[in-house]
């Protein structure tokens, strides 16, 4: 049910990223999908957020989730947003890709399903955030706009943050349109290896290409842990978009800080 990273595993700070077991969804959402915007039955997605809730031993009127849009916008998420989103659609906050708070208690969450989640801690000015990271969120650099918004906010230095990468489509899987492959090199002209080719193919490597991005902006390549698992390839394990044909639920990730 969940999957917890090393450089995050940490006391006072919890975190998770899910995987399809454990739920109460039937197929093609099976069985643990997080997910109120997809055609599930939002009573079974309630159980699913509650037993995810439970686990982690917080309280659901303590999670917040905004809307999801591939964007870049990264929303300060404060004490009055506490229980949005988090066991009714309705109630989920207005779109913000990217998600940061130094409260206390309070839980970030969203959603995934071959796009990259990205978790991130400063245990120095002690702050959190979460990002999700399609390949659009990861062309207009999501990554980088979520630390430097955590050190405006927050004041927070890059060099202090840790980042994680979680699963999402891999460079072994992921192969892109002709016209996602133009904007991702124009994008990326200073990293032209996170574009591949096979077979007349053209392959995009997610992770890379946001360990690139947060390395930009100051992190230490040492604080960055990437999980490497290709959900395309391990779709039994996580939701993917792509190995599905576009039916499937959705995984969560999320992070926060106990009181
Ligand atoms: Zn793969």
Not at 91 to 106: F, H, Q, S, Y
Request: hydrophobic share 40%.
């Amino acid at each position: 049910m969940l999957l917890r990273l090393a450089s995050l595993d940490l006391p006072g700070l919890v975190h998770a990223i899910t995987t399809r077991d454990g739920g109460v969804s039937a197929a093609p959402y099976a069985s643990l999908n997080l997910s109120f915007s997809r055609p599930d039955d939002p009573e079974a997605v309630r159980e699913n957020r509650a037993r995810v809730y439970a686990a982690l031993e917080i309280d659901p009127r303590r999670v917040v989730q905004a809307g999801q849009i591939h964007g870049a916008d990264v929303l300060v998420v404060e004490e009055q947003h506490a229980g949005r989103g988090a066991l009714d659609r309705s109630l989920v906050l207005p779109p913000a890709d990217a998600l940061i708070t130094r409260e206390t208690n309070l839980y970030l969450f969203a959603c995934f399903a071959d796009c990259t989640p990205l978790l991130f801690y400063d245990p120095v000015s002690r702050a959190v955030g979460v990002a999700h990271a399609g390949w659009q969120g990861t062309v207009k650099q999501i990554g980088a706009a979520t630390v430097r918004a955590m050190a405006q906010t927050f004041g927070s230095r890059p060099s202090d943050i840790s980042v994680v990468i979680g699963p999402s489509a891999g460079p072994c899987c992921y192969n892109v349109w002709p016209h996602v492959a133009d904007e991702i090199r124009s994008a990326f002209s200073f990293r032209p290896d996170v574009l591949s080719t096979r077979d007349g193919q053209t392959f995009f490597d997610l992770w890379a290409a946001n360990r690139a991005t947060l390395e930009a902006v100051g992190v230490q390549p040492e604080r960055i842990e990437s999980s490497d698992i290709c959900t395309i390839h391990h779709h039994d394990r996580f939701f993917s978009h792509r190995a599905s044909g576009g039916r499937t639920g959705r995984f969560a990730a999320l992070i926060g800080m106990r009181e």
